[in-house]
């Protein structure tokens, strides 16, 4: 699986392209437009715009605490406690006449919290050696390496790929 929610939230605010500078501006979660669109969320209420800014931090904590080797019990009880008001019932279904499947049923009390705990979900699901920051001097895109070796180094081939062999070209020739 891919984390999509952990790496929504970890590059919320980091361009796109390198070299624009270090952060997005302004702030996709300044305004409850801005922050509905960067959540991929229909909605955002103005009152929950601080939740997800705690919600963003936190994600970033752990994201550097994982790349950087750094305690993680502290924003992984942040996390915990955003997640709190979300909610599972276990179902289980009959298929097939004979057989048994559990699933979660989420109440999910509100957006931040549904984001919450699927952040937890997933960093508890991922192989953390897979998530890895962009190579490329100056791309700060955080992403999961799904190949099978492993041995992803960019964000994506285009540009930051292609641009490290460039450098590494132009190193060589001179
Ligand atoms: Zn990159």
């Given at each position: 699986m891919t984390p999509d929610t952990l790496l929504r939230l970890a590059n919320l605010?980091?361009?796109?392209?390198?070299?624009?500078?270090?952060?997005?501006?302004?702030?996709?979660?300044?305004n409850p437009e801005s922050a509905a669109q960067a959540l991929g969320l229909s909605r955002v209420d103005s009152t929950e715009l601080d939740a997800q800014r705690e919600l963003h931090a936190v994600t970033l904590a752990l994201v550097d605490g994982l790349l950087g080797g750094r305690p993680l019990a502290r924003p992984a009880a942040r996390l915990t406690r955003l997640a709190e008001p979300s909610a599972a019932t276990v179902r289980l279904d009959v298929a097939d006449g004979q057989s048994l499947r559990t699933r979660l049923e989420w109440k999910d009390a509100t957006p931040t919290a549904a984001l919450a705990r699927q952040v937890a979900m997933e960093l508890g699901g991922i192989?953390?050696?897979?998530?890895k920051r962009c190579a490329l001097p100056g791309c700060e895109l955080v992403f999961y390496d799904t190949t099978?070796?492993?041995?992803?180094?960019?964000?994506?081939?285009?540009?930051c790929g292609a641009r490290a062999r460039q450098r590494r070209y132009r190193a060589a020739a001179s």
């Open positions: 605010t980091v361009p796109r392209k390198p070299g624009r500078g270090p952060r997005i501006y302004p702030d996709p979660l300044a192989d953390p050696r897979r998530l099978r070796s492993g041995t992803r180094r960019w964000h994506a081939e285009s540009p």
